[in-house]
């Protein structure tokens, strides 16, 4: 069993920038693709970015230009850098971790999600 905790979520206004952190832990030999999704009051969840274990990684179009996903191996950890933050930005954000646990079997979890607001 693993468990995922994201953080720093929060409020900020039109054009500033939030550093959201997934941490993942439990019974993990490794963790292979990580994902933010977000959902917005009214609409379904969808995906942001994707890393996979290599560092490679996938925008949707977008956010392109103003996130980064990135990751720490060592640490189970993938960072979503957000930058010129708009109101549709809004949602909460969850994040999705493809991992492979001791048994060697693989298993997709979900964070409990944290909500970014952005006010105009």
């Known amino acids: 069993q693993a468990q995922l905790v994201e953080s720093g979520g929060g409020l900020v206004q039109a054009g500033g920038s939030l550093r959201l952190s997934c941490v993942a832990s439990?019974?993990?030999?490794?963790?292979?693709?990580m994902r933010w999704y977000r959902q917005a009051p009214g609409k379904q969840r969808e995906l942001v970015a994707t890393?996979?274990?290599?560092?490679?990684?996938n925008y949707v179009d977008f956010v392109k230009g103003r996130f980064t996903i990135s990751r720490d191996n060592a640490k189970n950890t993938v960072y979503l850098q957000m930058n010129g933050l708009k109101p549709e930005d809004t949602a909460v954000y969850y994040c999705?971790?493809?991992?492979?646990?001791?048994?060697?079997?693989?298993?997709?979890?979900w964070g409990q999600g944290t909500q970014v607001t952005v006010s105009s």
């Open positions: 439990g019974s993990i030999f490794r963790v292979e693709d």
């Open positions: 890393i996979t274990s290599g560092g490679s990684t």
């Open positions: 999705n971790a493809e991992v492979l646990n001791t048994g060697r079997r693989q298993y997709s979890y």
